[in-house]
């Protein structure tokens, strides 16, 4: 499973990632909640509190658990594991359960519940759902689920224009992950108005970055600040703006500088959770610099560098997807996003 040409998403991987995937979106506990109490009566259990998304250790993990398998159903529908991936969507996906999960929404202590990581996640799993087609029931899904994304949405068009300040982290606060994840779904829905709130939020916080001198990776990072930065500007900046943007950003890309961006993390123990992140960090590395380099001009000297650099974030986490719960229970979408970046969708 390490070597670099098991580094793009085949029917076998795409199995065993199904596979992990069915393991754990509907394993309830260990469970580790975001929930505020107002008093007694709002105590209760995930399942309780989330009808569908109450596996997979966390929430937003249980969201792009579903995320993993909704992209696997339609990308490799041969797989073994389809039949069961259909019939946990019909449990899962149904007008009682999602106004059950509006309705958590709803409380005034939810009002921050998930952002922005989970707010991200559930439009990219609802951007998902929309591109199913066939068989009849795919459809449906989409549709049932809408109300839910629709919050979500909502609550992007609310909170952005408030927030005058990006959030320049490795890990769930990250404003620029959050922002990559939604635009798939403004795109997807169709949304010009949010894309166009995304792209100016986008510019007030990072056009005017230069010389990125990457300090990462911090302990428990699962994303490079870094790179999210220049993969947000990247879907949301014309292609003519963001190829001069990127080379002020990092001008010595090509050279590998800063070498941090281009040196995969090591991973001391995986059974600690926060240490586990770092295998993800080499996940969204690979990401983004493979989405990176299918958006450059041909003969670009940063191409093969990134390239490369992908296939080594690659091999150094690929084996290690599964095996310990702390990273088994969320590692596989991480995988998924890198093996099909630069690939049309």
Known sequence: MSSRSNSRLTPQIASRFAGIALGHV??????KLDHVLDGPADAGGPRD?????YGSFDWHSCVHGYWLLATLLRRQPGIPEAEAIRALFDRAFTTENVAAEVAYLARPSSRGF?????????????????AHEAPPSSAKWAAIHQPHAEVFAERFRAFLPKA???IRTGVHSSTAFA?????????????????????????AWYLADRDAQAWEPSGDEFLSATLMEAECLRRLLPADEFGPWLAAFLPRAAQRQPATLFTPATV????????????GLNFSRAW?????????PDGHPLTSVAQATADDHMAASLPHVAGDYMGEHWLASFALLALMAGETA
């Open 49 to 53: 509190l989330h009808p569908i998304f």
């Open 288 to 296: 983004c610099w493979r989405e990176i380099a299918a958006s450059l």
């Open 26 to 31: 509907e394993r309830e506990y260990p469970n």
């Open 268 to 279: 001391s123990d995986r059974s600690d959770g926060k240490i586990a992140h770092l295998d």
């Open 164 to 166: 005058d300040y990006p």
């Open 114 to 130: 998930e952002r922005p990581y989970g707010w991200g996640w559930l439009l990219k799993l609802q951007a998902e759902l929309l």
């Open 179 to 203: 922002l990559t994840l939604a635009q798939d779904y403004a795109a997807a829905a169709g949304d010009t108005a949010l894309t166009a709130l995304f792209a100016a939020k986008a510019r």
